[in-house]
C-alpha cells in the first residue's frame, strides 16, 4: 500500500536547495515514437507491419522478419511482473539521490520482455500494466502499475517523480477574470493544492466571479498582469520561490483574419498578451522554477499552456488569433528545452472553441472552463506534455495526422 | 511686455514668489484607463520596457522604451479627438496656437457635492452661484471642476458599477453655457474624462466633447492638485505632445500661482 504523502514541512532555509540532476536520457531517433506516445499519455509499441510481431525496445528493423516497416501502434499494456530487484547502490546521480529504487522485468501480454520502473504497488508474479511516461528529462520510460487501482497510489515516490500531481504544490494562475482561470483556481483548490494564487490586472476593474474566487480557502489574490514586464517581475520576485505549478490562463480571442475583421490595435493587444505575455513568465518565473526542479517532493513541476488547436494548423474565422497562438506553441518548445534541465515539464493543452463569451456566436461543440480545468489536472496528474480537449481538438488532431493540405483548405472554405 | 518684466517674472519662478504646482498624474502600468465595451477599440494603458540599465544591454546608461494611448494619464483632449470638431482649422495638437496652451484657470470647487454624490452634475445654476463669489468666469480661460477624484484609489476613481461608470462631470447646458456665454478655452477635470462617468445618457451623450470640441475648445483630464488652486489667478501651462494629427497626448501640466 502506497503511504500517503504528508503536508510537507516548511522548508528548512538554512539548508541548501538541491539543483535538479538528470536521469540519463540517450534515446535513439526510432525510440522517439515512445516519447510521441508519453507525452500524450497513450501506450504504443512497435507492431510489424508484414508479421505483426510486437518489438521492443525499438528497433529499425524486424527481429524476426527483418521487415523495416515497423510503425508504432497502441497495444495491450498489461502483462506480468516476473521479477523486481531493489536498487540500492548505482553510479548515476539521479538514481544515486533517489535510492532505494524499484525496477523490474515485465512479460507483456503482446510478447516483450520489458525492463521497467515499478510502482510501489506492483509485486513480483503479479499483473501490471504498463505506462509510457517522460521522465523529469523528457525522455520516455516503462513504469509498471499495479493492475487495479490502489488507494493513494498517485503519491507512489517513483510515479510522482514522473508526474506534476497538484497534491501539496503552489500553483499560480495568472487570470482571474475570465471563466477558465476561476475554473482552473477550483479545479486545483480540489486537486489538493496547498496555495492557489490568482492573478488579477487591473483591479479597479470589477469583473464577474470576484467574490466567489476569492471565497475559495486557497486562493490568494496577487496583482498580475502579463502585458506589464514590471508586474509580472513583481511577482517573480514576490512568490517566485513558491511556485511550484503555472497555467497561463490570460486570454485574448477575437474573431476576424488578418486581412479583415481585425484592426492592427487588437492583434498587438492578443500579441502582447499571449506571446509576450508567455515569454514574460518566462523570464521571470523559468529561471528560479529550473532551480527548484529537485526542491522535495514539491520540487517546481510545470508550465501549462493552454492553446487554441488552431495554433496547428490556421483557422481564417479566428486568423489573426490563430496565428498567435502558433507564436505561442513555437515559443512552448524553447520554453520546454529550456525548463528541461530542472525538469519542469511544459504542457500544451490544446482545445478548439470554448464555452465562453468571446466564442458566443459558434455553435457546439465548445469545451466548459470546467471541462477543460479538468483535462490540465488530469494532465499533471499523468504528466502529460500534450493534451487534445473536446471534439473539435481531437478532431483537428486526427485530420492534421492524415492530411494537412487538405485541412488548411476545408478550415478556409 | 518687456524683457525686464518676462525676465523679473522668470526670477519670481526660481525665487518662489510664483509658486509651480504639479497638476499631473504620475505614469504607472496601474493608474485607471477609460473603460469601453471590450469589442470597441481600446486604448492602450501606460506600459515600460527597460532597454537597458548599467548592464550588457548598455553599460553606463539607463533608458526605456514607452508605449501607451494619445489618451493615457493626465492628458489633453484635442477638438479632432470628437466628430463635432473633426472638421475645425488647427483642430489637432501639432495645428493648435502655441500660445493657447498657456492660458489662467477658474476652478469650480465641487468637491464636497462629488463626495455626497458621485454623480454629481455641474449646472449652469451652480456656475452663477460661483461667478456671484468669485466673479465672471473670464473669456479664453479653462473651467477645471474640482472633485478631489484624484485622491481617492483606483478602484473609487474608476467607480464601475454594473451600469459603467459614476463619477462628476457637467450638465450639457452648463458645457453649452461656458462655450457660447463664456467663451471658455477648454475644460478641465479630475477624472478620467471630461465627462460624467454616465454622460452616455446624456442629451447630447458625452456634452463637453460634443460642444467643447465642436466649438474647437480642449479638454484636460486626470489632472490632481486641483485643491491647491485658488478659485481664479492660477495661470495653466498645458503643451501636449506634437503629433502629427494627434487627438490628444499625455502631458506634464502645471499652474503658476502668485504666492502672495
Redesign the interface.
Known amino acids: 500500500m502506497t503511504t500517503p504523502l504528508a503536508r510537507p514541512k516548511r522548508k528548512n532555509p538554512l539548508a541548501r536547495t538541491r539543483l535538479p540532476s538528470a536521469p540519463p536520457s540517450p534515446r535513439s531517433r526510432t525510440a522517439q515514437g515512445l516519447t510521441a506516445a508519453a507525452a500524450e499519455g497513450r501506450f504504443t509499441l512497435q507492431v510489424c507491419a508484414e508479421c505483426q510481431t510486437v518489438v521492443y525496445p525499438p528497433r529499425d528493423a524486424c527481429p524476426s522478419c527483418l521487415s523495416p516497416r515497423l510503425p508504432f501502434k497502441d497495444v495491450d499494456p498489461c502483462g506480468m511482473l516476473v521479477s523486481e530487484t531493489t536498487v540500492r547502490v548505482t553510479s548515476e546521480t539521479y538514481f544515486r539521490e533517489r535510492v532505494p529504487w524499484r525496477v523490474g522485468m515485465v512479460k507483456l501480454d503482446v510478447g516483450p520482455m520489458v525492463v521497467t520502473h515499478l510502482h510501489g504497488d506492483t509485486c513480483e508474479g503479479a499483473r501490471v500494466r504498463l505506462v509510457l511516461k517522460l521522465d523529469r528529462r523528457g525522455a520516455p520510460v516503462m513504469l509498471a502499475l499495479p493492475e487495479q487501482d490502489t488507494p493513494d497510489m498517485a503519491d507512489d515516490p517513483e510515479l510522482r517523480e514522473l508526474t506534476c500531481d497538484p497534491k501539496f504544490r503552489r500553483v499560480l494562475i495568472t487570470d482571474g477574470r475570465n471563466a477558465v482561470g476561476q475554473a482552473m483556481a477550483r479545479a486545483c483548490a480540489e486537486a489538493g493544492a496547498t496555495i492557489v494564487f490568482v492573478g488579477i490586472a487591473d483591479q479597479w476593474r470589477p469583473f464577474p466571479g470576484d467574490a466567489a474566487i476569492k471565497a475559495i480557502a486557497q486562493v490568494e489574490i496577487v496583482p498580475l498582469d502579463l502585458t506589464d514586464t514590471d508586474s509580472v517581475n513583481e511577482l517573480a520576485a514576490q512568490n517566485g520561490a513558491r511556485i511550484d505549478i503555472i497555467i497561463n490562463t490570460a486570454e485574448h480571442v477575437r474573431a476576424g483574419g488578418v486581412t479583415e475583421g481585425t484592426s492592427l490595435t487588437s492583434a498587438r493587444e492578443t500579441m502582447e498578451l499571449r506571446y509576450l505575455g508567455l515569454m514574460r513568465l518566462a523570464q521571470a518565473f523559468g529561471p528560479i522554477m529550473r532551480m527548484r526542479g529537485a526542491d522535495g517532493v514539491i520540487a517546481a513541476a510545470a508550465i501549462v499552456n493552454l492553446l487554441s488547436v488552431y495554433a496547428l494548423t490556421n483557422w481564417p474565422v479566428y486568423g489573426v488569433v490563430s496565428a498567435v497562438e502558433a507564436a505561442c506553441l513555437s515559443a512552448s518548445q524553447s520554453l520546454r528545452a529550456e525548463l528541461r534541465p530542472g525538469g519542469i515539464k511544459v504542457v500544451n493543452v490544446f482545445s478548439g472553441p470554448l464555452e465562453t463569451e468571446w466564442y458566443q456566436t459558434l455553435p457546439p461543440p465548445k469545451v466548459a472552463p470546467a471541462a477543460l480545468a479538468k483535462a490540465v489536472i488530469e494532465a499533471l496528474r499523468h504528466g502529460l506534455e500534450e493534451v487534445y480537449v473536446g471534439d473539435v481538438a481531437q478532431d483537428i488532431r486526427a485530420r492534421l495526422e492524415v492530411n494537412p493540405k487538405a485541412l488548411e483548405r476545408e478550415l478556409g472554405e | 511686455m518687456n524683457t525686464a518684466a518676462l525676465l523679473s517674472f522668470a526670477k519670481a519662478i526660481s525665487s518662489g514668489a510664483v509658486r509651480v504646482v504639479d497638476l499631473t498624474q504620475t505614469l504607472t ?2 493608474f ?1 484607463i477609460i ?1 469601453l465595451p471590450p469589442e470597441l ?2 486604448c ?2 501606460f ?4 532597454i537597458s540599465r548599467y548592464n550588457e544591454r548598455g553599460p553606463a546608461w539607463y533608458w526605456n522604451n514607452f508605449s501607451m494611448g494619445e489618451h493615457t494619464g493626465t492628458h489633453f483632449d484635442a477638438p479632432i479627438h470628437w466628430v463635432s470638431g473633426k472638421d475645425l482649422p488647427n483642430n489637432a495638437v501639432d495645428t493648435i496656437v502655441a500660445k493657447n496652451f498657456i492660458a489662467p484657470a477658474c476652478v469650480v470647487d465641487c468637491s464636497k457635492e462629488s463626495t455626497a454624490d458621485a454623480d454629481f452634475v455641474l449646472t449652469v445654476p451652480f456656475l452663477e452661484a460661483w461667478e456671484g463669489k468669485h466673479g465672471r468666469i473670464d473669456a479664453g480661460s479653462w473651467l477645471f471642476l474640482r472633485t478631489d477624484w484624484s485622491k481617492r ?3 473609487g ?2 467607480n ?3 451600469d459603467g461608470a459614476h463619477t462628476p462631470g457637467p450638465a450639457p447646458e452648463a458645457v453649452k453655457w461656458l462655450v457660447e456665454e463664456r467663451d471658455v478655452l477648454g475644460f478641465g477635470t479630475e477624472t478620467i474624462g471630461t465627462d460624467a462617468g454616465q454622460a452616455h445618457h446624456f442629451v447630447p451623450p458625452f456634452p463637453a466633447h460634443f460642444y467643447m470640441h465642436g466649438k474647437g475648445r480642449y479638454g484636460l483630464q486626470c489632472m490632481a492638485n486641483l485643491d491647491l488652486l485658488p478659485p481664479k489667478g492660477a495661470v495653466i501651462v498645458a503643451a501636449p505632445l506634437k503629433i502629427r494629427q494627434g487627438s490628444g497626448s499625455p502631458l506634464r501640466v502645471l499652474a503658476l500661482i502668485a504666492a502672495e
Not at chain 2, 47 to 50: H, Q
Open positions: 502600468p496601474e485607471p473603460a477599440g481600446q492602450a494603458p506600459r515600460l520596457e527597460e484609489d483606483a478602484r476613481y474608476a464601475l458599477k454594473e
